[in-house]
């Protein structure tokens, strides 16, 4: 079907506003008079219900085959859900996708939290925006990947996690599961600079209520908090990009803060400092990477069109970040990943915690007894993360041919893993388990391990693995190998095998 009948068929049986009428007579006069060059006009699922409903997976299906195949977006699939439903990723371009390296390349993602679709919709104006060409401008710096929905499972269900119960924003470093793992062999396949996972947050908390506020930041933008962070990339983040979104944000009349969690009766931080969410995994790549969390009020419904507009515009003044500053980004992230490439020897943070610094933080709040908005300054606020353990980045480790998931895990994260062909003797860095016990951390209950480490001679057996860390991933694979890492696989049901015996079977060659 051409893109006018396409339109044309589309207008019949639906509601119609009066932008879109207006456009599409516009469009009809264009091409009585023989105008060449018409551009269609697409409108997202949930502009056409007039913000009434949320777009179920059947007819963001339709729409995405609509906008697929347009001069500026072309959707391909993914990958398939555990229950068979079919995620795509849209790629958006002024020229082809990939093509010029001069572009910076932006990955965004929606919707990994079933029951949070505020982001979905939002990318899905986003994409009906550029289909429509009304955001040429902001393509000619940068080139997009858009995956609207991660989790189309449990959007179906109206539920956080998918369909066999999986909490897809806790599985970025197992990626055991279809979608996250697609996602980050996409990151991969392009190396996006920037990347933004779009959430939604609970405002009605008790924890929160009970001290006599009600956050109301229609968004809140997250940064990157591990310890391993490249000071540059946050700094960029915090400084630059975060007041940019803030200004454009109060200026279309929108509350807005940096991302916290705790509450007033607790320690008020920005996030987790752990790498298996879409955010950290991605930041721990040198990447400007981070999450954005709308509001979520009593139903999926409620106030569904603010909701909808105030995290598009918050995703629209990223973008226009971006497309102005695009070399600059492209050069700090460039210099951050060749440092990744280099950090044998140095330290690495194992430990981490988020501690009550200088810095003060002020965030708008509706207040219970007065339905009064005002600004409460933050109290007690963690505002900082400092590390509190750390190792020396070994240039190998070495990992056993009985350990061979440890080996697919790390494939799965693009790791160059090389198998031992012919037996050798190597001294390696042995690490023997002093005692591990069971404490509380972000609200989790783990293991935390103590160990000691002596050095030996070993006999490197075929079939046995080595991995270099002079990759981009370097600060991953100790995060994940090493004993004493808070975020390490010993926290993993899965791995907890690796602290049954004195000696961990994982060493270092330095
Ligand atoms: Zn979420």
Redesign the pocket.
């Known amino acids: 079907m051409s893109e006018k009948h396409r339109f044309a068929s589309r207008m019949i049986g639906n509601p119609v506003t009066r932008r879109t009428l207006y456009a599409f007579l516009f469009f009809f006069a264009g091409s009585c008079v023989g105008v060449a060059q018409s551009q269609a006009q697409y409108v997202a699922p949930v502009e056409r219900s007039g913000f009434q409903r949320v777009t179920s997976y059947d007819t963001l299906q339709v729409f995405l085959k609509e906008i697929g195949s347009t001069a500026i977006v072309h959707v391909e699939t993914l990958a398939k859900s555990k229950s068979g439903r079919t995620l795509v990723v849209a790629k958006v371009s002024s020229s082809k996708f990939g093509e010029d390296p001069r572009k910076l390349r932006v990955l965004l993602f929606g919707q ?2 079933g029951d ?1 679709h505020t982001g979905k919709e939002a990318l899905t104006m986003l994409l009906a925006r550029f289909a429509s060409g009304d955001l040429n401008s902001l393509l000619e710096k940068i080139d997009l990947l858009i995956v609207p929905q991660m989790n189309p499972d449990g959007s179906e269900l109206y539920q ?1 996690r998918t369909s066999d119960s999986v909490d897809l ?1 806790r599985n970025h470093v197992l990626l055991t599961s279809p979608e996250p793992r697609a996602l980050h062999d996409l990151f991969y396949q392009w190396l996006p600079q920037v990347t933004l996972d779009v ?2 947050y609970g405002t009605l908390s008790r924890s929160w209520s009970d001290s006599g506020f009600v956050r109301i930041a229609d968004t809140q933008l997250g940064m990157l908090t591990n310890a391993n962070t490249s000071h540059e990339v946050y700094s960029l983040q915090h400084d630059e990009i975060f007041p940019y979104v803030a200004g454009y944000m109060h200026g279309q009349g929108y509350y807005f803060q940096e991302y916290i969690v705790g509450s007033p009766s607790d320690r008020v931080r920005h996030s987790t400092t752990e790498i298996n969410d879409g955010r950290q995994s991605f930041g721990i790549l040198g990447t400007v990477s981070f999450i954005q ?1 709308g509001i979520k009020w009593r139903t999926r419904e409620d106030r569904l069109e603010r909701r909808v507009k105030s995290q598009f515009a918050s995703i629209r003044a990223l973008l226009e970040f971006c497309s102005t500053h695009a070399d600059k980004i492209i050069n700090i992230v460039s210099q951050e990943r060749a440092r990744l490439l280099t950090l044998s020897g140095k330290p690495i943070a194992m430990k981490m915690d988020h501690f009550a610094g200088m810095r003060d933080l002020r965030i708008p709040v509706r207040m219970v007894a007065t339905q009064r908005d005002t600004t409460w300054r933050v109290k007690p606020y963690h505002g900082e993360v400092r590390m509190q353990k750390s190792i020396s980045l070994p240039d190998q480790y070495i990992i056993e041919r009985k350990d061979s998931a440890i080996v697919q895990l790390l494939r799965r994260h693009h790791i160059i893993v090389q198998e031992v062909k012919q037996e050798a003797q190597v001294k390696v860095t042995a690490y023997t388990i002093d005692s591990t016990f069971h404490a509380e951390v972000e609200e989790d209950v783990q293991p935390f391990v103590s160990v000691s480490s002596r050095s030996i001679a070993k006999t490197l057996k075929p079939g046995d693995f080595i991995v270099s860390t002079k990759h981009l991933q370097s600060i991953l694979i100790a995060c994940i190998l090493e004993p004493e890492s808070m975020w390490g696989l010993t926290k993993y049901e899965q791995f907890g095998y690796l602290l049954k015996e004195k000696q961990y079977p994982v060493f270092r060659i330095q």
């Open positions: 990994q939290h949070e956080r924003n959430h939604e969390e």
